[in-house]
């Protein structure tokens, strides 16, 4: 079956520092691939995606690259804002848009960002 | 345009009891999957509706089950309730056909079972 493996937290980093936060696959087809973030009361939002090998998928300064080689999607931001604590979660569909399998969500990786 | 809603926030129940957990889903969305997120844990996918029907479902047992209405409004109901169902249960809307979108969440409600 699917599964996603992300690093385990909490991560703890400096405002302004750079910040990767790794995520790897499996998966028995092409799946299309999402960073997910949830804030602390809130629901999940939709943080960037992916949904072919190659593409690069962005938003706020996050950004994270499809490569089916390695099957991962590693989540990186070049300088890191206190707002960025949460926990973020990698996750994957088998059909673009989250098909009717649903999303197979990481475990999630709590970011600590200390000013 | 309205957001994917919960009701309620919080519930606690008693094992061996029934759950009903209510969503609404975001205005122009025709499609609704409930997740279950225990403490520490990413979400899992319980089941997905679309025009009325449960069109997928994850790794839960029967007990677990759901409804869409013509509003393409949901609900998830829990019988026998265990103390391991103890989570915040998500409901995601989004739309299928022309315009896929992505799933919207809305922000859970978290059960306890005593």
């Known amino acids: 079956g699917n599964s996603v493996t992300q690093m385990e937290g909490p991560v703890t980093l400096s405002e302004e520092a750079f910040l990767t936060i790794n995520c790897t696959y499996t998966?028995?087809?092409?799946?299309?691939l999402f960073w997910y973030v949830q804030y602390p009361g809130e629901g999940l939002q939709l943080l960037l995606k992916?949904?072919?090998?190659?593409d690069k998928g962005s938003n706020k300064g996050f950004e994270a690259t499809y490569r089916k080689e390695t099957t991962s999607f590693h989540l990186e931001k070049g300088s890191v804002q206190v707002s960025d604590s949460a926990v973020y979660f990698c996750?994957?569909?088998?059909?673009?848009?989250?098909?009717?399998?649903?999303?197979?969500f990481g475990k999630g990786t709590h970011l600590i960002i200390q000013p | 345009e309205t957001g994917v809603t919960q009701s309620p926030t919080h519930l606690i129940k008693t094992r061996g009891q029934q759950v009903t957990l209510r969503c609404s889903s975001q205005s122009g969305h025709n499609t609704v999957s409930w997740y279950q997120q225990a403490l520490g844990q990413g979400p899992q996918f319980i089941f997905q509706?679309?025009?009325?029907?449960?069109?997928g479902r994850g790794n839960f047992p029967p007990r677990f089950s759901g409804l869409q209405f013509p509003n393409y409004s949901s609900e998830l109901n829990v019988n026998a309730l265990e103390l391991d169902d103890s989570a915040l249960y998500l409901c995601?809307?989004?739309?299928?056909?022309?315009?896929?979108?992505?799933?919207?969440f809305g922000q859970g409600t978290r059960l306890t079972v005593v």
């Open positions: 998966a028995t087809g092409y799946p299309s």
């Open positions: 509706y679309y025009r009325e029907e449960e069109n």
């Open positions: 996750a994957l569909s088998e059909r673009a848009g989250g098909g009717a399998d649903g999303l197979t």
């Open positions: 995601a809307s989004r739309s299928i056909g022309q315009g896929t979108t992505e799933a919207f």
């Open positions: 992916a949904t072919k090998a190659d």
